[in-house]
């Protein structure tokens, strides 16, 4: 298995550009879930999903959209990238359908909006 | 808002010391969990203890939990180099939300 996968690795953008930040897993989990973090700051959870067509928000959900209609894709859209959003993100999915089973985190996705 | 909250923030030991990371948290939890990052890598679990669990070992890690003190502590013995990592918390506040503390950085010298 090649467990949770994130591209790209770095992405640099620009003011006002919109990017997919792509997430799959090949575990058949059903949760998943986006942090992003910030140094000192610890990871913040962005949006999650329970399953196929199911999505919801997490702690800091605004500027960001999210879909999930496979079991092993949860990509992560921004609709128009800010310098707030410059950070590294992590995706994440788990055996369970809750939050308290144990998490499989991707490599992370290293973001710069200049 | 950060349920958990580790400390100390940084720590730094020689090898083969003990390394003690505390953890303290708002709400009632499900469970809680340990993870470790090393530097520029994604979150790798350590161990998860139940809310009626006081103590669980893994090898060299030994984690305790109080639940009416809303703490844990994770004790890392004989510490080797490659344990130089920041190490986090998770706590389960909501059945769908994990919230992770700003972690505990360990730095041990060979």
Excluded at chain 1, 35 to 62: C, F, K, W
Excluded at chain 1, 88 to 102: I, K
Excluded at chain 2, 12 to 36: D, H, P
Excluded at chain 2, 62 to 80: E, G, H, Q, Y
């Amino acid at each position: 298995n090649a467990g949770v996968t994130q591209t790209p690795k770095f992405q640099v953008l620009k003011t006002g550009q919109s990017m997919t930040l792509q997430c799959a897993q090949d575990m058949n989990h059903e949760y998943m879930s986006w942090y992003r973090q910030d140094p000192g700051m610890g990871l913040r959870l962005i949006h999650y999903s329970v399953g196929a067509g199911i999505t919801d928000q997490g702690e800091v959900p605004n500027g960001y959209n999210v879909s999930r209609s496979t079991t092993e894709d949860f990509p992560l859209r921004l609709l128009s990238a800010a310098p707030s959003q410059t950070s590294v993100y992590f995706c994440a999915s788990n055996t369970g359908g809750l939050a308290s089973d144990t998490q499989y985190f991707g490599p992370g996705t290293r973001l710069t909006v200049l | 808002s950060q349920q958990g909250e580790e400390d100390p923030q940084a720590l730094s030991i020689q090898e083969g010391e003990n390394a003690t990371m505390n953890c303290s948290y708002k709400t009632s939890i499900n469970n809680l969990q340990w993870y470790r990052q090393n530097s520029g890598r994604g979150l790798v679990h350590l161990i998860l203890i139940r809310s009626n669990e006081r103590e669980k070992h893994s090898g060299r890690l030994r984690v305790t939990l109080d639940t009416s003190k809303k703490s844990s502590s994770l004790l890392i013995t004989a510490s080797r180099a490659a344990d130089t990592a920041s190490y986090f918390c998770a706590t389960d506040g909501s059945n769908y939300k994990l919230t992770f503390g700003k972690g505990t950085l360990l730095t041990v010298n060979p």
